[in-house]
């Protein structure tokens, strides 16, 4: 007499991704003008176990938006580093129109997942709404 086969283990429910911890910054505060001031940003991040550091454009000097002096790159590429998000909120088209390298920059980094440029908090929500979604599998809507 054979025994009778167990029963399958049920499948375990897929859990959907947490929202990630977000940390917005007020226009109010010191603006970043050298890399130890960028620094100081992510300490924020850091305090409260951010995963994206939300930033009004108004929080940068014109330093951060003149490539030439290289404090863009040195600033984000920490946060790359430490694997924390920034976003940058805010209209940028004074510091665009005056520099080619500088949109373009713009542009390439709002392809990615690490930092990005945005006009305000609303488009910044619906990209991290659109992360969180690509997480859970969901599919994304076509551009």
């Not at 440029?117 to 991290?128: M, N, Q, T, Y």
């Amino acid at each position: 007499m054979s025994e009778p086969l167990p029963t399958p283990a049920p499948a375990p429910e897929s859990t959907p991704a947490p929202a990630p911890v977000v940390v917005r910054l007020s226009a109010d505060g010191p603006v970043v003008r050298d890399p130890r001031d960028g620094m100081d940003l992510l300490g924020e991040a850091f305090a409260q176990d951010a995963e994206w550091l939300v930033v009004p454009a108004a929080r940068f000097g014109a330093e951060f938006f003149t490539l030439g002096t290289r404090l863009a790159g040195e600033v984000t590429q920490k946060f790359a580093q430490y694997r924390v998000g920034l976003a940058v909120v805010g209209d940028l088209s004074a510091y665009t129109g005056a520099s080619g390298a500088l949109r373009d920059f713009v542009g390439e980094s709002n392809r990615g997942r690490q930092l990005w440029f945005l006009a305000d908090e609303a488009e910044f929500d619906a990209r991290i709404d659109a992360l969180r979604e690509a997480r859970n599998g969901a599919s994304r809507p076509s551009p």
